[in-house]
């Protein structure tokens, strides 16, 4: 599967998102630079077929079907759509998307999938509290446990602090599942993955320098609402602040 966005932007002069072009496909993963408050979120919600650009088009194996995008592709971490809420216990994380995936979503089911994944221990923390690379580890397995779920766009993991590499080594594991990664990061975390690693990345931030970041072992030329009520992963709305129209979202 291979998901493609064909010159894309998003608002007046792309203040959204200035013109992006980038894909990401099965079995690997593709870094994306996005800079400023707004723009990895615009990028993570157009990359998942959640929200329309003003320009360009989404493909998902060279056709338009937002549909299929908003199926095959899970949206995680975005901030303000699809992020927790700091201050909830683990375990209430977990079981608010095992209930999305349709298993059992008890409390204790949730203990004993955290204690499968090796995370019992953390149930009682608050998410906001939990290591970056656990954060990013639970919420991507949590986001395949859905039917049909074939790629994860992840967003701004560098903003939760800690090593990249952490979080690059666990973004890269799922792609050897199989999955089609796109990993959105500021500028600070691009800088340290180029020093650790050769990538090939697109900027998305707008008339600076690019950086070469990304991670595509075949080398093609492509690029790489969850508070205290429960939402979906899979069908996030932006919030007001986002400039895309309701019908957009979902």
């Known amino acids: ?41 615009v990028l993570g919600l157009i990359a998942s077929g959640r929200m329309r650009p003003e320009t360009g088009r989404v493909t998902i194996d060279g056709a338009t079907d937002n549909r299929m995008l ?14 927790p809420h700091p201050d909830i216990a683990l375990a209430g994380v977990v079981g608010e998307e095992l209930m999305f995936a349709g298993v059992g979503a008890t409390p204790l089911h949730a203990r004993r999938w955290l204690n499968q994944l ?31 779920t074939q790629a994860i766009v992840l967003v701004a993991p560098d903003r939760h602090g800690g090593s990249p590499d952490g979080w690059w080594r666990i973004a890269m594991e799922f792609a050897d599942r199989g999955y089609a990664m796109l990993v959105i990061v ?16 697109v900027n998305a931030s707008g008339p600076i320098e690019p950086l070469t970041l990304g991670t595509d072992p075949e080398g ?3 690029e790489a609402d969850r508070d205290e009520t429960p939402h979906d992963t899979h069908d996030a709305e932006p919030t007001a602040s986002d400039t895309a129209d309701e019908e957009d979202a979902r």
């Open 1 to 41: 599967m291979k998901i493609a966005l064909h010159e894309v932007s998003k608002g007046r002069s792309g203040q959204a998102l200035p013109t992006t072009s980038l894909e990401f496909h099965t079995g690997a993963v593709r870094f994306a630079l996005a800079e400023t408050e707004q723009r990895p979120t």
């Open 70 to 83: 908003r199926r095959t592709v899970a949206l995680v971490d975005a901030p303000d759509v699809s992020d």
């Open 118 to 148: 090796g995370y019992g221990e953390l149930a009682s923390v608050p998410i906001g509290n939990i290591d970056p690379a656990a954060r990013v580890r639970i919420l991507c397995e949590l986001a395949v446990l859905r039917d049909g």
């Open 186 to 201: 500021g500028g600070s975390a691009a800088v340290a993955l180029e020093r650790m690693h050769e990538f090939d990345a």
């Open 220 to 222: 093609d030329d492509g």
